[in-house]
């Protein structure tokens, strides 16, 4: 969180890779009227719904960053579902076009299990205070809630051990365009 995988997926994007989503595909799973949205509300209640019948995301984080457990529960709904999901997007994606490079940008790629899914784990580094004051820049956390949720994610030294590359995004966005792009020929070069 805060670390820049979204922008690198961005300047991948502006390169001609193709991108999927994790955020946007889970958010699509807990709409209204989903199976995923029932099943969340069955394990965490009612009081996860807006009265519109819309996920309440903070009080469903407010949940799950104060209880392991309740995490796990969470994840256990949402990432096979998310999973399949980029699997069914990347086999489209490639019977169009064979030679395509898909970026998958998921924060929790490692914590799924789903880096096992793909050929290459790119991981995107920043130093704490820099995420820290994206998260904000955001405008809908505080600096505890901030800390909180980089404290709860895999540290950047373990997700180091499954990356095949490294970003460094602890300079300015034109720094990370130019390491995406002589990332991206490089892909392009290993196909």
Do not use: W
């Not at 199976?35 to 069955?42: H, Q, R, W």
């Not at 709904?77 to 069914?88: D, W």
């Not at 995420?131 to 809630?145: A, E, K, M, T």
């Not at 365009?177 to 392009?188: A, D, S």
Request: charged fraction near 30%; include cysteine; aromatic fraction near 6%.
């Amino acid at each position: 969180m805060g670390s820049g995988k979204s922008l690198a997926a961005k300047f991948f994007a502006e390169q001609g890779a193709h991108i999927i989503d994790a955020d946007q595909l889970s958010r699509d799973l807990v709409r209204p009227g989903q199976p995923a949205l029932k099943e969340i509300a069955d394990v965490f209640g009612e009081l996860i719904l807006e009265p519109s019948g819309k996920l309440d995301r903070e009080a469903l984080a407010k949940i799950i960053f104060e209880d392991t457990e309740k995490k796990s529960a969470l994840e256990a709904i949402l990432h096979p579902k998310v999973i399949a999901n980029e699997q069914e997007k990347y086999l489209n994606i490639c019977a169009n076009d064979p030679t395509a490079i898909v970026i998958v940008d998921a924060a929790l790629l490692i914590e799924s299990g789903n880096y096992k899914n793909v050929d290459k784990v790119i991981v995107v580094r920043s130093n704490e205070e820099q995420q820290v004051q994206r998260i904000l820049s955001r405008g809908s956390q505080s600096y505890d809630q901030a800390i909180a949720r980089i404290k709860n994610q895999m540290s950047f030294e373990e997700k180091s051990r499954y990356a095949d590359f490294i970003l460094d995004n602890q300079s300015q966005p034109e720094d990370l365009r130019q390491k995406v792009h002589e990332l991206y020929v490089k892909l392009l070069k290993n196909q």
